[in-house]
């Protein structure tokens, strides 16, 4: 049978699966839903109403949604540029955007911790012209800053694909009925583009909250994120029940936000390149 | 004729240095039916384009009802047009897109409507306001587009290859529906096309064109009766299209040989084209024949056989309800004012926008 057939040839990929992704799952469910003895429990989960993770949830909440829309608001003018251009222009645009992705994220974020710094470069720039320093490495500005350089691309290109998508002849019709551009623009672009957007909003919200790195590296130690806490857990206390217990809670909003984004987005249009 | 409504004055249009109009001039008249029908790259779409507002001509200008709307926005044009592959608004229900230019003008509700029942009943399409586009077949996407064009009572209508995506028999179904529109609503259609059929079917005008040059306009008669030069004779239905020389008015030498023809004012041996239609070409016994020759293929197309007749080095087509088997000696008969005289082209330019074979 043609079916049993290609069964068989995705089990590399089901074994793979079962290794990297199953079982480090069911190890968390499992860490995260007893105490040290073993026994069930539910404490572990509920610790993310103590007063310090709930700051840091919140913290990161605010942060992720923060540069979520920031992101948003770059992007899509953006993504509108690259959509008009001819396609000798646009590919390469699009290839200078992809371009600092294919570099470590981790060396990304350290440059700007190093651009950043009280006598870095950039200040060093600033008093150069005899302008106030900007003293925003360790404040959450840096950490927004650096999701938002980090995951800027992930929001341009879904949203830029949505772009390309729609036919210009819908557009010019729009127009041809007497919509005039602002109109054409808030009835017909946006709507359309509408699961890109979504799938933008997922692929930034999702990496920006749960970051440890971005906070570490440009919050200092003074901004602790939900990541932050929880990968504490795991490396310096050495408590894998709390860890897991709130990669739990941190698991139930990404899949919220999942669930809208499969709502919006039923025939998987906004995928990245 | 109606009074003129268009006029494209001197229009010229080039893109990355090609020219795709040059110098053109057409009037429309108001309730008219105008085809432009041309190969790909004629230009028929540009000019409509130049009409719709979604391109600028380089030079020349455009008046509608003799204001010059030449850098007039789209949105502010009394034209409206159906696209090419519909471009219906995929995330609003059929009510919403044809509401969708009567609520941008903030028409009252009842009105909008009214328009909405009233349109939808003109297209045949009745109580598929819920519906959304996705869920049509193409032909009704096609009709929708129509009606969400006409609510809005434009004076003149275009219509970009509305039939393109459509099965044949869909097409001809809506050839007779688009002259039905037209006649109910009494405005102006102009209409694009590739489809030499569809124009002769609809069309109150045709204009030919080629290479960015208007070619003939004329009636559907005139254009394929009296095609003014061997492009336009090749691209409207099958012709046989033969060097020749006029002796003198009235005789005319196909061939080498003398053939009676109805044309005059051509001057004394003067090279020119000929045009026999097909269907005009007839076979006789090969003693009764003008020419003689012997036929060299055969199909059976339906309504009539299709044959190839080699005679004096020419392949002649011939369209004939008789049949004549493959190796038969036949003779050819062309009747006077079925032979169409057309000068040669004049220029190089005008050889460039005729055939290419």
Known sequence: ?273 | MNKELINLVDISKAFDGETVLDELNLNIHENEFLTLLGPSGCGKTTTLRILGGFATPDKGSVIFDGKDITNLPPNKRQLNTVFQKYALFSHMNIAENIAFGLKIKNKPKTYIDDKIKYALKLVNLEGFEKRMPDSLSGGQQQRIAIARAIVNEPKVLLLDEPLGALDLKLRQDMQYELIRLKNELGITFIYVTHDQEEALTMSDTIVVMNQGYIQQIGTPETIYNEPENAFVADFIGDSNIIDAIMLEDRLVSILDTRFHCVDTGFGRNQPVDVVIRPEDVELTAPEDGILKGTVTHLIFKGVHYEMEVTANGFEWLVHSTGMFPVGTEVGIKVDPFNIQIMNKPASEDEEAAGIEE
Not at chain 1, 105 to 124: H, M, P, V
């Open chain 1, 1 to 273: 049978m043609k079916n049993s057939r290609l069964k068989l040839l995705s089990s590399p990929y089901i074994v793979w699966a079962v290794i990297f992704i199953i079982v480090p799952l069911g190890m968390v469910f499992y860490y995260g839903l007893t105490d040290k003895t073993g026994a069930f429990t539910l404490e572990n989960v509920m610790a993310v109403m103590s007063e310090e993770h709930a700051k840091a949830l919140w913290i990161s909440l605010g942060l992720s949604l923060l540069s979520t829309a920031v992101c948003f608001f770059l992007a899509y003018p953006l993504a509108m540029i690259l959509a008009h251009m001819n396609v000798n222009q646009h590919s390469f645009i699009v290839l200078i955007f992809i371009l600092p992705m294919w570099m470590n994220f981790l060396l990304r974020t350290l440059a700007w911790q190093t651009l950043l710094e009280k006598t870095g470069a950039i200040n060093n720039l600033l008093s150069f012209f005899h302008l106030p320093p900007l003293n925003i490495i360790n404040t959450p500005y840096a950490i927004v800053l650096g999701m938002v350089y980090n995951f800027l691309p992930f929001m341009v290109l879904p949203i830029y694909n949505a772009l390309v998508k729609i036919d210009p002849n819908v557009v010019n019709a729009a127009k041809d009925l007497g919509a005039n551009p602002i109109q054409t623009f808030f009835k017909i672009t946006l709507p359309l583009s509408i699961p890109g957007i979504i799938s933008g909003i997922t692929m930034v919200f999702i990496p920006a909250l749960t970051t440890f790195v971005i906070s570490k590296l440009l919050g200092g130690s003074k901004i602790l994120l939900i990541g932050n806490v929880i990968e504490e857990e795991f490396t310096q206390a050495g408590n894998w029940h709390l860890g897991s217990g709130l990669s739990i809670v941190l698991m139930i909003f990404i899949l919220i936000n999942m669930a809208a984004s499969a709502i919006f987005d039923k025939d998987g249009e906004g995928g990245l390149l």
